[in-house]
């Protein structure tokens, strides 16, 4: 039975893995991709096994790693740059972390189940489920990717109503649909009843088609608002390995102003480059003399309309510890705040500045920061910029002269939805994504990040523009479809009329609702449990008493 219970939570793990983007026609897969663990669990409640607690965790653990390992194997060669010493444990925290919280969330429904009904646990399970992805996109080791609702993304035509729910919602709907499932094909062997079948069956066949055809409808009535903004997007396709030094920046900046100009018009009034497109760090006080700006606005010149929205590594220095975040400069008195960044320019001396916020774990950010203070030497030996980036604790929006508003998303962030609608909330008409995909090389990471950008375009209903440095720029409309891209590792330029939008969804004036709202049940549900071991110690203490007594 234990290797029959392996191979069901395998079977899971691959289904998972099918459904996953960027695979296309096997999204249906997520339906019923998670029954066979289901099974696998209800196999070890019901045997006579010992320990079935760790049972349950270890097996679940099994077809959550796989799934997550297959999903993401990319993830390694983003790290590489901090070094294979670092890069091997550091790629851990999305192959490993993940599913090790996904196991704790079905042991918990274990847990659940000795307290109460299968049914109240099943509901119980899909809170606690929720719980571990909310927790993965607010602490210091986040890594949202594999949230299960983010598997929509290819299939956006099925999902419009991301604009109430964001993607949590998608998850709500997979899990209810595999349970429904479960639940059926469990009844074929227990006592259950032909009406509580055909319940059952009408239950699953409702919420399959009523949201699916919500969707589908919404996506071919909705119609775009005429307000239209002319934007170029620069690809320049420069090996990430030789921005640091091997080309030099004035002439990266010179290849950006030139595939720009080849398609700016009079009325352009964005231009995008993206992450880090200017290498050379640049002290954010002294930015208005610095020759790559100075060297950006020459090429504005021509275009009084435009802005620039580029990709930058800047700094800001101080002579005390002004923030949590600065670093003492060695050999000096002088403290320093570096930050991967979006900067804003047009023709004037206005300047405008997002920090990069979300940052990756121990590539770009130290998880912990008190507790691991102790590492921060390790990330020095390792060139000084692992670890060590800052960020701001708010979205912010950058505007163009004439009042247009862009959201800033810089590569990693893109997959955070309420970050994102915090910037449209606040006035963004348009989500400007600017990334250097080129540290994961050809691999399905670079797809499955431009998949999930179309989810952002549905919650928010804006235009999303991507500046890709080695692919994939693109532009997406408020459907989610991709209206324009470019190929991988290819020198160019693309440009878009978009419709800019003022109106809010849902989503954006309620953030994630459903998370907090699942992940407080959650917390409850585990002081429930708690508290229900505590009573039930005290009572074998008491009874132990009495017996010697």
């Known amino acids: 039975m234990m290797k029959k219970n392996i191979l069901l939570s395998v079977f899971s793990g691959l289904l998972l893995w099918l459904a996953w983007p960027p695979m296309h026609y096997t999204t249906v897969f997520l339906f019923f991709g998670l029954v066979p663990m289901l099974v696998a669990i209800e196999n070890i409640i019901k045997s006579t096994s010992k320990k079935k607690g760790k049972l349950i965790f270890n097996t679940t653990f099994l077809g959550f790693f796989i799934w997550n390992t297959l999903s993401i194997y990319w993830v390694y060669n983003s790290l590489k740059i901090v070094g294979e010493v670092v890069a091997i444990p550091i790629s851990l925290i999305p192959y490993a972390l993940g599913p090790l919280l996904m196991a704790t969330a079905c042991w918990l429904y274990y847990r659940l189940r000795l307290a109460t009904n299968r049914n ?6 899909v809170c606690f489920w929720i719980g571990y992805e909310y927790l993965h996109q607010s602490w210091d080791l986040s890594f949202p990717w594999m949230t299960l609702g983010n598997g929509f993304a290819v299939t956006h035509q099925w999902i419009q109503w991301y604009e109430y729910t964001g993607v949590y919602g998608g998850t709500i709907w997979i899990w209810i649909i595999n349970i429904l499932i479960f639940l059926i094909y469990s009844g074929l062997s227990e006592a259950q009843t032909k009406p509580v079948r055909q319940k059952l069956i009408i239950a699953l066949v409702a919420i399959l088609i009523l949201p699916l055809s ?6 071919s009535s909705y119609q775009e608002q005429s307000n239209p ?3 170029v997007v620069a690809q320049p396709n420069i090996d990430p390995y030789a921005k640091g030094g091997d080309i030099p920046a004035y002439q990266q900046v010179e290849t950006l102003t030139k595939l720009s100009d080849s398609l700016g018009q009079i009325n352009t009034e964005f231009f995008m480059w993206p992450e880090t497109a200017i290498p050379d760090p640049i002290n954010e006080d002294h930015i208005r003399t610095d020759n790559y700006f100075v060297q950006a ?19 800001k220095l101080y002579n005390t510890q002004q923030t949590k975040t600065a670093n003492v400069i060695p050999g000096t008195t002088q403290y320093i705040d570096s930050y991967n960044t979006a900067v804003s320019i047009e023709n004037s001396a206005e300047v405008h500045f997002y920090h990069k916020s979300k940052l990756v774990p121990g590539a770009e950010s130290l998880p912990f920061p008190n507790a691991l203070a102790f590492l921060k030497p390790v990330f020095a030996h390792l060139g000084g910029a692992t670890g060590t980036y800052a960020g701001q604790d708010e979205p912010s929006e950058l505007y163009s002269a004439s009042g247009i508003g862009a959201a800033p998303v810089i590569c990693y962030e893109s997959i955070w939805g309420e970050w994102v609608a915090k910037s449209v909330r606040n006035g963004a008409q348009f989500i400007a994504i600017i990334t250097n995909d080129g540290w994961w090389e050809n691999t399905s990471g670079k797809d499955q990040h431009l998949d999930y950008a179309k989810l952002r375009a549905i919650e928010t209903r804006r235009w999303v523009c991507r500046s890709a440095n080695t692919g994939i720029s693109a532009f997406i409309n408020q459907r989610g479809d991709i209206v324009q891209q470019t190929k991988w590792w290819t020198k160019t330029a693309i440009k878009q009329n978009i419709n800019l939008n003022s109106d809010i969804t849902f989503y954006v004036a309620h953030g994630d609702y459903l998370p907090k709202t699942a992940s407080l049940l959650a917390i409850l549900l585990a002081l429930f449990l708690l508290v229900r071991v505590r009573l039930k110690n005290n009572k074998n203490v008491v009874i132990s008493e009495t017996r010697h007594e």
């Open 229 to 231: 903004s002319n934007i």
């Open 120 to 125: 109240w646990s099943l509901a119980g399970l």
């Open 214 to 219: 919500f969707s589908l409808y919404r996506y």
């Open 297 to 315: 606005q020459h090429f504005l010149a021509k275009y009084k309309n435009g802005n620039i929205i580029t990709g930058a590594e800047t700094y």
